[in-house]
């Protein structure tokens, strides 16, 4: 029998490096960050880091509170 997995949902930061790349940054896990040459492919491959860091960290996993998050852009 298969167990399902609770789905999380995390919110995820993206900024342009000065090498032209995307970083992306799984703030709610310590360490979880990863990169790309699109932002698609940063948030590929954050994805890929946050289920690797779910598996290796369970218990820590565990302890990770939602963020509250509010997103506000403005002009200047």
Do not use: W
């Not at 342009?16 to 979880?32: H, R, S, T």
């Amino acid at each position: 029998m298969t167990s399902a997995k609770a789905q999380r949902t995390f919110p995820i930061i993206v900024e342009k490096d000065e090498d032209g790349f995307f970083v992306a940054i799984n703030p709610a896990l310590p360490g979880c960050y990863s990169q790309g040459k699109t932002i698609d492919e940063a948030l590929v491959n954050v994805q890929e880091a946050t289920e690797m860091f779910l598996e290796a960290s369970p218990e820590e996993a565990k302890t990770v509170s939602p963020l509250n998050v509010s997103v506000h852009l403005i002009a200047a």
